[in-house]
């Protein structure tokens, strides 16, 4: 009677890890794909059409400080254009995980979006206004203040030191940043997310969803999670341009010797 026994035990196991347990594996696969697909594009657009922009800019008479800061704003409009639709994906996977289980990828819960609700500003580029708002106002900022702050403070001559500076500069520009832009962040989260009624869609614009969630919720509201925001993006923005830092001068050193 052993035998019998310890088979159906493992049938039983095997039942439920693909009933219950298989699904939420490929899930959170689901969202770990969109996640690093995101934020390698999301790295590679912010600094690569950063750097576009301000040779572009080159041929305007702005003033520098000014032309970091315009260039960092269409970066982040680019740059938002290209994610949001990453970004619809994930938070509908996110909003119906129940239903993960009949849609085996994030690219058939795309096409399903697409074929339901379209490309448009209801469909793939639900939102797309407030992500806008989110990326072009966080890279004005994020970029504007680092390369002007980073041109006032001194350089050092000790490396230690050097590394430090642009640390810290990199970290105040990503927290004023995530200061600044978060309420654009709520409006995405809002407009992407499940509506509080079910078939009725309250949030629709950005600046529209602001107001409500100003007016229903208080002015708080619209600074929900800037603690977790500022904890990822303050060192997260710092490493990032210590990164773009070090590698554009290694690209530079290397062309010039060449």
């Known amino acids: 009677m052993i035998m019998p026994i310890q088979w159906l035990t493992d049938e039983l196991l095997g039942q439920i890890y693909i009933v219950h347990v298989f699904p939420d594996i490929l899930f959170q696969a689901c969202i770990f794909t969109l996640e690093l697909l995101r934020h390698l594009s999301y790295f590679y657009l912010q600094f690569f059409t950063f750097e576009q922009y301000k040779k572009l800019l080159g041929y305007a008479s702005l003033p520098p ?31 119906n995980q129940n239903a993960f289980k009949e849609q085996p990828s994030s690219f058939v819960q795309a096409r399903q979006i697409i074929k339901t609700d379209g490309l448009g500003f209801q469909g793939l580029n639900k939102g797309l206004t407030a992500t806008l708002g989110r990326h072009g106002v966080f890279n004005m900022v994020y970029f504007g203040f680092y390369f002007n702050m980073k041109s006032i403070l001194p350089v050092n001559k000790d490396p230690n030191l050097e590394f430090l500076r642009k640390f810290g500069i990199g970290l105040v520009s990503g927290t004023i940043a995530s200061i600044i832009n978060i309420p654009f962040d709520v409006a995405k989260s809002r407009i992407q997310g499940p509506q509080p009624v079910p078939g009725e869609i309250k949030y629709r614009t950005c600046f529209k969803t602001m107001a409500t969630v100003y007016k229903e919720e208080g002015f708080l509201a619209l600074y929900k999670g800037l603690l977790p925001k500022i904890m990822r993006l303050g060192p997260g923005g710092a490493v990032m341009l210590l990164i773009y830092e070090y590698v554009y001068a290694w690209l530079q050193d290397t062309v010039n010797h060449k």
């Open 65 to 95: 400080g000014l032309a970091f800061a315009v260039a960092g704003l269409g970066s982040g409009l680019t740059e938002a254009i290209v994610v949001n639709p990453f970004e619809v994906v994930k938070v509908s996977l996110q909003a």
